[in-house]
């Protein structure tokens, strides 16, 4: 589908009835009309400072309006030759939203060209990585990108953590989860954890994660019925039905 269409916006009358018939001479004039506007206005988006223009690009993101916000983009990288970091990283997003990951990679790689030391940057790249099914390669990245960061990231950790998770490595999982939890105490850190520790068959340890994660999360329905299930599977019925 041809992207400046869907820019444009649709024929329909006042009513919200789209018409079926032939478009008049007038509609096709005016239809004209606001695709010539629209391309002035993106035009005119070029004349912005870059800061201005990288802030348009945000905007566009956050109010998912992908297919203007995309359009915008690569004019932007045609503009510059391919060398906006913002727009370089905000396209991935989109690309990575659209299940086109090895694309989304790309574009987080020109990213990390342009800034190699942005510790946001490898992430992404890590990211997608471990969605290509590269867990090695991700984890490596994830390294990479703990050395440059200024203080400790749990969320390094925890995505190194479920890296080694999906290479059957459950320990080194495990210890990273665990520096992930001294940093920042998530519910989802404590729930994979917890997971862990059930597919060892550790379930003392499990419950033990359950517990603490609930004194943090109690209104957690979540953290409650993975507990609850443990406890079942325990033969413990009593503990299974009521408030830890």
């Known amino acids: ?6 820019l444009l916006p649709g024929a329909s009358s006042s009513g919200g009835e789209v018409s079926n018939g032939p478009a008049t001479a007038s509609e096709n004039s005016l239809t004209k009309i606001k695709a010539i506007g629209k391309s002035v206005a993106l035009r005119n988006v070029y004349l912005a400072p870059l800061e201005t223009r990288n802030w348009l ?3 566009k993101y956050c109010r998912q309006e992908f297919e203007e916000c995309k359009l ?13 970091e913002c727009a370089n990283y905000i396209y991935g997003l989109i690309m990575r939203k659209e299940g086109k990951i090895e694309i989304s990679l790309r574009y987080f790689e020109k990213c990390n060209e342009l800034n190699p030391t942005k510790v ?18 991700a984890v490596e990245t994830y390294l990479k990108a703990e050395r440059f960061s200024f203080e400790p990231d749990s969320s390094i950790y925890y995505n190194i953590a479920l890296c080694y998770s999906k290479l059957g490595q459950e320990q080194k999982a495990i210890d ?28 003392k340890e499990a419950i033990s994660v359950y517990k603490a994660a609930l004194r943090q999360f109690s209104s957690s329905s979540d953290l409650a019925a993975e507990l609850g299930l443990l406890y079942l599977g325990e033969g413990q019925n009593e503990k299974a039905f009521n408030k830890p």
């Open 1 to 6: 589908m041809d992207q400046d269409q869907e």
């Open 57 to 59: 690009f945000h905007t």
């Open 72 to 84: 915008l983009i690569e004019q932007e990288l045609d503009l510059t030759e391919g060398n906006n």
């Open 120 to 137: 946001e940057n490898l992430k992404q790249i890590a990211r997608s990585l471990f969605l290509l099914g590269k867990q090695q390669l």
């Open 176 to 203: 990273y989860l665990t520096k992930a939890l001294r940093i920042s105490q998530r519910e989802e850190y404590f729930s994979e954890l917890a997971s862990l520790y059930t597919n060892q068959n550790n379930i």
